[in-house]
């Protein structure tokens, strides 16, 4: 039962990021003037987090001393600060550095003064991982090739995000916002059942597997 209230307790920041997205794709201004533009720039980060989650904490994990994998986790935190610091520039605001760094700053924390995880642990935050990285490769090529309807995202209200750049998440970002509702969703269907589904077919690690060299 505890297990089963922590896994839902887990789920419920990626639900609550799932309701956003639909109801921005429904009524894009029922949040925010410019919420379209800020969700695009949510999926954006979202892939570097996922990216820099999957090295730094290979790095956590890993033996050694505290402070080498410190070290070294700075070191991967400096290198996609000019990730996050490029879409900072390119949506003229700062929040995406802050965040990246606020992340950055949470794993560091974990590795200089939190416990050592025992090996189910450890199997657990790789099945996140995994499932993360799977959800967000699905959900991309999913609202990328499929039909995805327009909803609220009318050729008008477009126009009015003033969104930089090109490309399709650009012209279209119904299509990104479709993609962050099922990216969320299925994150919080995984989390509120502790990604067993990922243990079952056989996707991550078990408890006495080493953490492997990156994702």
């Known amino acids: 039962m505890t297990s089963s209230r922590s896994g839902l307790l887990n789920a419920l920041p990626d639900l609550a990021f799932s309701?956003?997205?639909l109801v921005t794709w429904i009524?894009?201004?029922?949040?925010?003037?410019?919420?379209?533009?800020w969700l695009l720039?949510?999926?954006l980060m979202e892939f570097i987090v996922l990216h820099s989650a999957a090295l730094m904490g290979t790095v956590a994990l890993a033996p050694g001393s505290r402070a080498r994998r410190g070290l070294a986790i700075l070191g991967f935190a400096v290198l996609y600060t000019l990730f996050a610091g490029a879409f900072s520039l390119a949506f003229k605001s700062w929040w995406p550095l802050a965040s990246f760094w606020a992340l950055t700053l949470n794993r560091l924390l974990g590795v200089l003064i939190g416990q050592v995880p025992d090996e189910e642990q450890k199997a657990f935050v790789m099945r996140?991982?995994?499932?993360?990285?799977?959800?967000?490769?699905?959900?991309c090529f999913a609202t990328v090739f499929?039909?995805?309807?327009?909803l609220g995202l009318t050729p008008a209200v477009v126009a009015a995000q003033h969104i930089p750049g090109k490309g399709l998440w650009v012209e279209q970002p119904h299509k990104?916002?479709?993609?962050?509702?099922?990216?969320?969703?299925l994150t919080a269907w995984s989390e509120a059942n502790a990604h067993a589904w990922m243990r079952r077919a056989g996707t991550a690690p078990?408890?006495?597997?080493?953490?492997?060299?990156g994702l």
């Open 128 to 139: 996140g991982w995994s499932a993360g990285i799977a959800f967000y490769v699905l959900g």
């Open 27 to 37: 009524r894009p201004d029922a949040l925010g003037e410019f919420m379209v533009r």
């Open 176 to 185: 990104v916002i479709a993609f962050g509702f099922l990216y969320f969703l």
């Open 146 to 150: 499929l039909p995805v309807p327009a």
């Open 19 to 21: 309701v956003v997205f």
């Open 206 to 213: 078990g408890p006495t597997a080493a953490p492997p060299a």
């Open 41 to 43: 720039l949510v999926m």
